[in-house]
């Protein structure tokens, strides 16, 4: 059994080679009885569930043939694709995974989140996270035209560059209390987000930072764990 971790991926149509990357992950990991754990912002922007393209419909084939290799995929939402349901992961039999998740291997605690909570000095994002992610808001979103939705997630993605430039390093980055806190009743830390992949030490504990996947530099720093609870970061080749 090998345990994988990904997050920050951010697969789009306008980004082919970070798709085909994907498809070479998924390929290799095919026979090794995996369970893959998608940390978020797997796509780019995600506008819904029935949204439907070529593109796309590829993506669900390889990983249909993924879990019919006997393999399974779990994901949680990050603030790219927090849009995205359990609808769109039975077309593979994936499992939708609150935003906060633990498990155990091997006697082994772990804690599963995207990251972005954990950046509580970033004031602005978390109040406009609150806002945009409340259920009722996320309903009536769901009701309106695909292009509208389209204009919609445009808009946030460059309003999001925008403060990014604006914005400290230390601002954008994860709060040291948050992460003790998230460390509380866990004995190792995964998330994404930060785009900043390292291991870090918190009181004698594990924080480890799944890197994001970079089409300029051909390159992605996932994590791998045994049943053992072993585990290392590999830096995986986009080719």
């Known amino acids: 059994m090998t345990y994988l971790f990904i997050a920050d991926l951010h697969l789009s149509p306008e980004h082919p080679r970070l798709v085909r990357g994907f498809f070479a992950l998924l390929d290799h990991y095919k026979t090794q009885n995996t ?11 995600w506008i819904g569930d029935d949204y439907t393209a070529p593109w796309l419909n590829e993506v669900v084939q390889h990983l249909q043939a993924f879990n019919q290799a006997g393999n399974q995929i779990y994901f949680q939402v990050g603030n790219r694709d927090f849009a995205l349901g359990q609808a769109f992961l039975d077309q593979f039999n994936g499992q939708l995974l609150p935003e906060i998740y633990h498990f155990k291997i091997a006697q082994t605690q772990f804690r599963l989140e995207h990251g972005d909570a954990l950046c509580t000095d970033d004031v602005a994002y978390q109040r406009f996270k609150k806002v945009i992610r409340h259920p009722l808001v996320l309903k ?13 997630a445009h808009g946030f993605r460059k309003q999001s560059r925008e403060s990014q430039q604006n914005k400290s390093y230390e601002i954008m980055d994860v709060n040291p209390k948050a992460v003790e806190q998230a460390l509380e009743n866990s004995d190792v830390l995964i ?3 930060t785009h ?43 080719q």
């Open 35 to 45: 369970q893959l754990f998608i940390l978020g912002d797997w796509f780019n922007a």
């Open 140 to 152: 009536i979103l769901k009701t309106t035209p695909l292009s509208f939705r389209q204009k919609l």
């Open 196 to 238: 900043r992949p390292a291991i870090h030490d918190v009181k004698n504990k594990p924080r480890i930072v799944l890197g994001d996947w970079r089409e300029k530099t051909s390159e992605a720093m996932l994590l791998e764990v045994n049943e053992n609870a072993e585990w290392r970061l590999i830096q995986w080749v986009i």
């Open 191 to 193: 998330h994404g987000h």
